[in-house]
Every structure is written in structure tokens, then in C-alpha cells.
């Protein structure tokens, strides 16, 4: 998929990523559909139109719908970033002000520059991290703190 930009994912911070393909997509007339039950382009029309709480995915090039899903089942296929790191986050600890912490949710990864981090608590997540020297860390286990030998750059957070 092209360049595409997400709608009615409330609640997912301020950066949004594609995950890998999601493993139960089906696709109906060139749109990936992760909903049960819809088969043919009328039944997704009909979804479409419906008051069903639903996630759709626009392509900024066409304005076309090119993915739909449950609400929740469209936003696992993203990985979201937010400035606070809530219960279940991954968490990327920084050294204090002026270095916020940064949460993590959704699966898949994510690129940015998060300088001078000291610290990850993986939270509900298995998590690695690529440092700014291209290293990649080994994934970490759910509910584990992993301290940084040395304080750290981090450029991309992937996960699982």
C-alpha cells in the first residue's frame, strides 16, 4: 500500500504505522477487509454505510477506502506513540525533564529519534528497539524492565 492515512482510530497518539499484513485480511474489490463475513463488494458497501463501529483506512493519493475492519481490529495493525506512557504501554524512560517518556501501543514498529533514553518497560508487549548505531536489540518479554548499559538514542521500536 501506498501512502495512506488513518481514520476513526480514536485514541492512538500522534504517529501511526502500518504493521505487517494483517494474518486474517481478505480482499474485496482492492480493499483489505479484516470483518468477517464480508465477501462480496455489495456486503461491503453495505458495511461501509452501516452504523457499525468500524476503522477505515484512506489512501491520500485516491481518497479511496483501501482497508477496513473492526474498529479495534484495524488498530492492532498499527503501532501508536504518545508523549505519556499509559498502563500496558511500552515505554521508552528518558533521564527527566526536558525528555519525556514515550508509550507505545498497537503491534508493529515505528521509526523516530527518541534521544538520551535510559530505559524500556516492555509492558503488555514483547519489544525490541534499534539504536541509533543500527544495532537491534533481542526482543524483550512482556512485563520486563530493560535497563540500557549507557544511555541511548533509540530510532525505531517494533512490537509483537
Not at 492512538?12 to 465477501?39: C, R
Not at 514515550?102 to 524500556?120: D, E, N, P
Request: proline share 5%.
Amino acid at each position: 500500500m501506498a501512502t495512506l492515512a488513518s481514520l476513526v482510530l480514536v485514541g492512538l497518539g500522534t504517529q501511526t504505522a502500518f504493521a505487517d499484513e494483517h494474518p486474517a485480511a481478505t480482499w474485496v474489490d482492492g480493499v483489505e477487509v479484516t470483518v468477517p463475513g464480508i465477501d462480496s463488494r455489495a456486503e461491503l458497501d453495505d458495511f461501509l454505510t452501516s452504523s457499525t463501529p468500524k476503522a477505515v483506512v484512506l489512501d491520500v493519493d485516491s481518497g479511496q477506502v483501501v482497508a477496513v475492519g473492526l474498529d479495534q481490529a484495524i488498530a492492532q495493525g498499527r503501532t501508536a506513540v504518545t508523549s505519556v506512557c499509559h498502563a500496558g504501554n511500552a515505554c521508552l524512560v528518558g533521564p527527566g525533564v526536558p525528555y519525556a517518556d514515550y508509550g507505545f501501543s498497537g503491534i508493529g514498529s515505528v521509526t523516530g529519534t527518541w534521544a538520551s533514553r535510559h530505559s524500556l518497560r516492555s509492558g503488555s508487549y514483547t519489544v525490541s528497539v534499534t539504536f541509533a548505531t543500527g544495532v537491534v536489540s533481542q526482543p524483550v518479554a512482556p512485563n520486563t524492565h530493560a535497563l540500557f548499559s549507557a544511555p541511548s538514542t533509540v530510532s525505531a521500536v517494533r512490537l509483537s
